[in-house]
């Protein structure tokens, strides 16, 4: 099969890859017409001929694919990052996680340092989110707690001669709860 | 577009979405790849293109997302292959 023209400078070696970026990349000079141009020179002068488009389309194509590079290692180095710190969060979350960064990071939309900060809040929310969860938790089986001895208290009280003339009687119900806490307490009511 | 463009911007698409070494990619992304008389085109013109590319088996959709201007692509094994037959990758 014939080489696409487009292919023969993207698949060279990355150090002649390099090679032919920084000719690309180089000023005009009295010796040299400099930038493309003058890698095309190069390039002619080593046996490769291609058109001026080619070249141009190459020098495109390998910023691009620099920067995809970097930014899928970028990625990837979150990705390993935020599994370490966090070994219990789920792989399928990190992955969307490193997709993101990948996404910011490739189309340079925004800070990726940013992103990944916001996320570890994020996570601390979610994690101070949880503690405040079983505060309310242990609230809440205090409070059933309490209201379960009332009960048992009231079953209790609700049989005792003492106690019921003390509920049925006259006087204030300050004053009947007063009685009551001195006859349920004795001197722990103080 | 004459289909010698039209075969050309889908490769150009492919050879893109495979840059990113298995990530997805977005529309804004693969825009990125193209040669800028082809940077003009529509969303709905380059996403008829990615679904040709899907059909094919050479792209898949990365993820689950509700709006479609959210969507990335990701290169598929296939697509791997294709590229190397043609000399791209």
């Known amino acids: ?190 | 577009m004459n289909p010698k463009q039209r075969e050309n911007l889908r490769l150009l698409i492919l050879s893109t979405i495979n840059m990113a070494r298995g990530y997805g990619v977005p529309m804004d992304g693969i825009r990125m790849g193209l040669p800028p008389q082809m940077r003009q085109l529509d969303d709905d013109d380059l996403r008829a293109e990615v679904q040709y590319l899907i059909d094919k088996g050479f792209v898949a959709l990365e993820g689950k997302v509700i709006s479609p201007e959210n969507r990335e692509w990701k290169i598929t094994a296939e697509g791997r292959d294709f590229l190397a037959t043609e000399g791209l990758a």
């Open chain 1, 1 to 190: 099969m014939k080489p696409r023209s487009d292919s023969k400078l993207k698949t060279l070696p990355e150090e002649r890859q390099e090679q032919i970026i920084a000719w690309a990349r180089t000023q005009k000079t009295e010796e040299h017409p400099g930038g493309l141009a003058y890698a095309r020179e190069q390039l002619a002068a080593d046996g490769l001929k291609v058109s001026m488009s080619t070249l141009s389309e190459f020098v495109s194509w390998y910023g691009l694919q620099q920067r995809f590079s970097k930014a899928a290692s970028r990625a990837n180095q979150v990705a390993e990052l935020l599994q370490q710190r966090n070994p219990d969060m789920e792989p399928e979350h990190v992955r969307k996680l490193a997709q993101s960064i990948f996404t910011l990071e490739a189309l340079d939309s925004g800070d990726a340092d940013t992103f990944v900060n916001l996320e570890h809040l994020k996570l601390a929310q979610d994690s101070a989110q949880t503690k405040a969860d079983l505060e309310r938790q242990k609230i809440s089986i205090s409070r059933q707690r309490l209201q379960i001895l009332t009960c048992e208290k009231f079953l209790e009280w609700s049989a005792d001669a003492k106690a019921r003339e003390i509920a049925e009687g006259s006087g204030s119900r300050a004053e009947k709860i007063e009685a009551l806490g001195r006859a349920m307490f004795a001197e722990d009511w103080d």
